[in-house]
């Protein structure tokens, strides 16, 4: 059964790998999408006093949950190649800045989600959810009015400010709670910084296509090695229990 157990570790590490590389791989061209390396950590099986057996489990994996996926562990925080769009709206933050949005249940979370978008009701939207202000305020267009942005986030309407973006940098661990969400994790926090932006690009997803392509490749092998070594323990058990089978 040890045999066993450490093929199937290493499937099971393998097979979320796959569902990791795959998630980065769909998301290389959505705009703040921030990319999950997946790390590896070993388990020691038994109780203390008794002989365990060492196997395989990948870490910082991806979880489902109600049909949204979201991934726990340490996400890739590169920035992404930046393209010209030429959009009132849209924005590429420089260097870590990111900006707060808040959330359905009250949290704040960050994005480097740039395509800013207006809803019906004149709310300032990021990756779906209100952007806030430094002070944590919402940002609102009333209808009918042109807003513009500015290089240090101000936004203007009608030649006013109107408010400012808020810029935060992230320290400690870090969560991602979606494609473009990142949140603190344990003691990690968010501080308020001076940040600039290019108005008019975007940057999009940190992750490289021709990476994911070739890690898509060679973690498929693995996967399939660990498929046939435990097609194979299996085959071994059977024929220990024949040998052993009195006649």
């Known amino acids: ?3 066993i157990r450490v093929a199937a570790g290493a499937a099971s590490a393998r097979a979320r790998q796959l569902d ?12 703040g999408f921030r990319a999950t390396q997946t790390s590896f950590q070993s388990v020691l099986a038994g109780t203390p006093g008794s002989p365990g057996v060492s196997t395989v489990t990948a870490a910082g994996t991806m979880t489902d949950r109600v049909g949204v996926v979201t991934v726990e562990g340490a996400p890739d925080l590169r920035p992404g190649p930046v393209e010209t769009t030429g959009e009132p709206l849209d924005v590429a933050l420089d260097g870590r800045a990111l900006l707060a949005v808040r959330l359905d249940d009250g949290s704040l979370a960050y ?12 709310t300032l939207l990021a990756a779906g959810h209100p952007v806030v202000s430094r002070d944590g305020a919402p940002l609102g267009v009333p ?38 969400l990142l949140q603190p994790r344990d003691a990690g926090a968010a501080r308020s910084v001076e940040g600039s932006m290019r108005v008019g690009a975007l940057e999009m997803g940190n992750c490289s296509m021709l990476e994911a392509a070739v890690q898509l490749v060679s973690v498929q092998r693995a996967y399939d ?12 058990d059977e024929k220990a229990v024949e040998v052993g089978r009195v006649r």
């Open 225 to 236: 090695a660990a498929m046939q070594a435990l097609q194979l323990q299996n085959t071994l």
């Open 1 to 3: 059964m040890d045999g």
């Open 111 to 122: 994005t480097r989600a740039g395509r800013l978008t207006i809803d019906p009701s004149g």
């Open 143 to 180: 209808p009918g009015t042109v807003a513009q942005l500015a290089p240090d986030g101000r936004l203007t309407i009608a030649g006013r400010t109107a408010g400012r973006l808020g810029m935060f940098e992230l320290d400690g661990p870090v969560r991602r709670s979606g494609p473009m």
């Open 20 to 31: 990791v590389i795959a998630d980065n791989l769909a998301n290389a061209r959505t705009p």
